[in-house]
Each structure stands twice: as C-alpha cells, then as structure tokens.
C-alpha cells in the first residue's frame, strides 16, 4: 500500500466521531466495518487486537480537539448547555476538521457554520451566533498583528477629503443583537472561580450560568474588540461611532465615513464636532489606526527633495 | 561529537520546556537554565502577549524551536504559509537548530494534530527525507528529527523504526533528536529491546536529547509527559550520553505541570550522566 493511499485510510478512521460512550465506532460513515479497516492496516499484537491500536489515536483525536474548541467557545458552551455543546462540536469538526497547522484556527468556520445550521441553537440561534462572533473576535485580538499606530504629525499635510484610515488587524468591529459581552465576562470569571471551588460551590454556580443565559434579552450593542497593553477588551461603541469605524474600515475616506455615519443621527448638529473629536480621540489614544502608507508618488516627492 | 553540525555546533547542556504556568517565575525571578525549548507552533503567530513574552525570555536565555505539526512523514508537500511563519520564528529567536517529528498527521490538508506513527517502507523514507530537504533549504537552519512514540504498526513496514530513523536521517543527512522516553514507550508497546534502538542510533547525528515521563494502562503506555522520568529511561538516557557524549537534554512537562522549580530539579537529575561522559572525554 503506498502512503499516500495508507494516510488516507488511517486518517478517515482517526477522524470518525466516537460512540457516546466515547468508543471508536465498529461502523465507519462509508458503512465500512471498522474492524475491517483496522485489520487492513495495522498488526495486532499480544495485548491489542488492530481495532484496539487504532482506537487510541481515535480518541486521543477526539479529545485534543474537543477539548481545544471547548477551551475557545466557553460562551457559546454557556448558552447551547454542556451536552448540546458537545455534540455541536462534533458535528461542527466533522464538517470543518482542521485545516491549519495551528488548533488555534479550529473555531475559525464556527459563525458561518452556526448561521448555516440554526437546529443546533434553535430558539437561542441568534444569541449562539452573537457569541461565536465574540469569541472568534477575542481570539484574533489577543495574538492579531499590530501595526505601527498612526501618529499626530502624520495628519499634518493630509487633505480630510482624501484621508483613508486603516484600522488595526486586531480590532474587529461587532454590531450584535444580544449584550453577550457581559454574559461573556461572567462565564470567564465563573470558570476562574471554579478552579478553587467545591462541588456544591459549582453546581450553585452552575444555575446561576443557566439563568443569567435564561434572561438575557436582546439588546443590540456595538463593539470594538481590541487589545491593549497585551490584553483583549471589550469596548461598547455609540452607534455612530461604529459607523464611522465601519465605513473607514470599508475604505471610505474620512469626510465620506463621518458623513454618512452622522447622515440620521439624532446628536444635534450643534453637538456632533464635539462628539466627533471625542471619538477620535479616544480611537487614537487607544492606537486604533494604523500608521498611513506612503503613496507612490509621496515616496518619489520625497526622494527628489 | 556532542557540538556538532546538526546542532550549529552548539553545546547548551540542560533545558526545560518553556511552559505559560511558569512564565511569572522566570520573568520575575530570573532562574539559572541553560535554555528553554519552545513549542514553535505557540509563537507563529502576528502578535499579541504571547511573542512580547518570547521577546523577554530572549533577553535573558537561550531558546531552541521545537515544532509539532510540520508532519515530514505526511504525504503531501510542506504547507508553505508554515514554511514562512516557522523561518520568521527562527530569525526572532536565532535557534540555532530546529526540531520536529518523525510522523506524519495531516493528509489532503487536513490536520489531525496528533504525532501519527510511520510505516517503515523505503517509499516513506524517500519521501520523509525529501520533505525535511526541503524545510532545511528553506530556513536555512539544521534540522533535527524527533524519534516519537506509538501505539500501532502497520502491516507494510519493511523495517525497524531504528532502521527506519536511520535511513531517514542518512538520506536527508539531518540530525536526530534523539527522545529517549518515547523510545521506551514504544518498546514497551512494540515488545522490543530499547536498547537495541539505542545503540543503532549513529551518535554522530544526534544534535539533542529528550527525556520524559509516561502514563502506563494495563495494556499500553501512554506518552503523556506528566510525571517524572522513570529509572528504566534514565537508564537508556545514561546509555545514549555514553555513546554520543555531553549533548544538548531538555525535560518535556507538558501536563499537570507542577511548579518550575521541581521541572527544573527533574531536569537537573540529568547532571549526573552528563558529568560522567564529561570526564570520560578529559580521560
């Protein structure tokens, strides 16, 4: 058998789901005998029958990457329930396995997949989605690239009409219709209380999840999700302030993403520069914008001086 | 032999797995270790806490990179966006040699992230070597391959794994990261002399030296790396140093990982066979 050919076998059955009893299953999905599979491949030996041997990289699979996608969606576990989670996650890894080097990108198709497949959350879909955004939202914050920030001096001779801002590749910009951020910090600080905790303590715990989930009622919220000094946040955004940040982010330049952010604004005119510079203010102080790229023919004025 | 061309002709005695649990105590207490081995797979990656963190340790210590998943035993080519993060890695922290198994685990571009064991076959040998060529002439670094430890064997093979380590390495003409506790696992689970492996390794290739606790099941052991080092392998490790010399150790603690210091003392246990293959040299 040739590897390539070998590779592949092994790597169907590794990748089979396991029994509930978390066993490798005797029926592969291609209705193949599993122990046929097995026995094709891999030499028994004293101790272990071929199913057997193959069995262990099976659940060792299965374990590393459920329990990676669980360490990673601790919100959306909140809100589907443990068991529902789990078998979401299966399902979900059986559609999008790994396709990176890295488990770091195992939850990366987890928004779009949820979207596509609302029996998983049923009457909590909306609230599921909301939170698999986040949390995708924190794992690009927390290690994205940062690029070197925008300065004061580099607006000096830039016409506002022309400027196109960048946003930095670790923000992302979230319009959701649940305040899961909240929801989200209390399952974090939960589970860090748990690490110290009882039984009793848990189970109590426990309830008090199930029920802050239970109440939550949609909200729609903005966010920008971010990070500073090596640490990710959450930060709620006005409504026109996500706007703009949108449309700057969509590669409007900077009169045209205000405009149009302020465009039915019910700030008062009056109101709206204060407002405005307020914004920028804080989106600089916290080095949102990256520092603007040269164009072509700034670079050849540049060299003729 | 133990600086040696696999190795950037370095000699950096005993490391430790650079762990996150242990990262306030180095960073604040500063302790004395030769060097730490990173998972490479850990700092591939744009920014953020865990490369400011890389950054501080590479102020003070030296680091070895230590890979996981570029799988020179899969089938298919190396994936190139690996390739350029794994060579943007190895310029941040100047490794002077790099590692990673002798195992395959993705096929068709699809990753299990698991160590999955070689069929011993001249067509694997071919290919394995070509890939490790190939990441070698990439990064521009030796390359060092990692014997691993297994649970099954496949009807095909037409070797040992110590031949198949060997012919692997002689073809690619890389070094061997010679894991000594992944050897006794396998032969545990493979019923075969460890020490047979051990003695066919050629010395002159090994650029590095693991070692590590195991988990034993009635039937099988389990690499887990989350105990201590057990005497049956201190006793292969004490065979590998008399046959290839004073060479680069590293503990691996990966699981229910107690504190930095008793790694580091576990790890230190390894002074004792090193000391002699020293003295063996000056005589």
């Known amino acids: ?124 879909q909306n609230l599921a989605v909301d939170m698999a955004r986040l949390e995708w939202a924190d794992i690009e914050a927390f290690d994205g690239k940062r690029e070197p920030s925008l300065k004061p001096e580099d607006l000096a001779s830039v016409n506002p009409a022309k ?55 949609p909200s729609p919220i903005f966010l920008g999700v971010h990070r ?78 | 032999m133990p600086a040696n061309r696999f190795n950037g002709h370095t000699d950096y005695g005993i490391g430790i797995g650079l762990r996150s649990p242990h990262y306030h105590h180095i ?21 953020g806490r865990p490369l400011r963190i890389l950054d501080q340790i590479l102020e003070q210590y030296k680091v070895v990179q230590h890979g996981v998943s570029m799988y020179f035993g899969s089938a298919e080519r190396p994936n190139r966006e690996h390739l350029r993060r794994l060579k943007t890695l190895a310029q941040r922290t100047k490794t002077p040699w790099l590692s990673d198994h002798l195992c395959w685990g993705s096929v068709d ?27 070698r002439d990439f990064i521009e670094i030796p390359v060092a391959v990692e014997n691993v430890s297994s649970y099954a064997e496949f009807h095909v093979s037409e070797m040992t794994e110590w031949e198949f380590l060997n012919e692997v390495a002689e073809r690619a003409d890389c ?36 070692i590590a606790g195991h988990s034993k099941y009635r039937k099988y052991i389990l690499d887990t790396h989350d105990h201590p080092v057990i005497d049956p392998v201190w006793k292969l490790y004490a065979r590998a140093i008399e046959r290839v010399g004073h060479t680069a150790t590293l503990l691996e603690w990966d699981d229910s990982i107690p504190s930095f210091d008793e790694v580091h003392d576990e790890a230190l246990k390894a002074n004792r066979f090193l000391a002699s293959a020293s003295l063996a040299t000056a005589v």
Request: aromatic share 10%; net charge positive.
């Open chain 2, 175 to 210: 070094g061997i990261l010679l894991d000594v506790n992944n050897i006794y696992v396998s032969s545990q689970n493979h019923s075969f002399d460890p020490f047979t492996y051990v003695n066919s390794v050629p010395a002159e290739r090994v650029a590095q030296i693991h």
């Open chain 1, 1 to 124: 058998m040739k590897l390539l050919s070998l590779q592949r076998r092994m790597a169907r059955a590794v990748m089979t789901p396991l029994t509930r009893s978390e066993r490798m299953r005797t029926v592969a999905p291609d209705c193949r005998l599993m122990r046929t599979v097995a026995n094709q491949i891999i030499k028994p030996n004293d101790r272990l029958t071929s199913f057997e041997r193959l069995e262990i990289y099976n659940r060792q699979y299965w374990f590393r990457v459920l329990s990676a996608f669980a360490e990673d969606f601790p919100g959306v576990r909140a809100v589907l329930g443990g068991r529902r989670f789990d078998a979401m996650a299966q399902a979900y890894l059986v559609d999008c396995p790994s396709q990176s080097f890295t488990l770091r990108n195992l939850g990366s198709r987890l928004v779009s997949w949820l979207q596509n497949h609302p029996a998983w959350a049923g009457k909590r």
């Open chain 2, 109 to 135: 571009g699809r990753y299990t992230h698991d160590l999955l064991p070689m069929p011993y076959t001249f067509e694997a040998a071919r290919i394995t070597a070509q890939k490790i060529r190939e990441v």
């Open chain 2, 27 to 47: 960073l604040t207490r500063k302790p004395v270790v030769d060097w730490f081995e990173i998972i490479s797979e850990n700092f591939m990656i744009d920014g």
């Open chain 1, 228 to 305: 500073l000094d090596e640490d990710v946040y959450f930060r709620r955004l006005d409504r026109e302030e996500f706007a703009i940040l949108s449309a700057l982010h969509a590669g409007k330049s900077l009169n045209a993403a205000i405009e149009s952010a302020l465009r039915h604004s019910p700030i008062a005119l009056a109101d709206r520069a204060a407002h405005v510079e307020k914004w920028f203010h804080t989106w600089s102080a916290l080095g949102w914008f990256c520092r603007l790229e040269k164009s072509p023919k700034t670079e050849k004025a540049a060299a003729r001086k």
């Open chain 1, 163 to 217: 400027l196109r801002l960048r946003l930095q590749p670790y923000v992302s910009l979230l319009a959701l219709r649940y305040p899961v951020d909240d929801l989200l910090l209390e399952v974090r600080k939960d589970s860090d209380d748990l690490d110290v905790a009882s039984n009793t303590f848990s189970e109590r715990h426990k309830r008090k999840r199930v029920s802050a989930v239970a109440k939550l009622k």
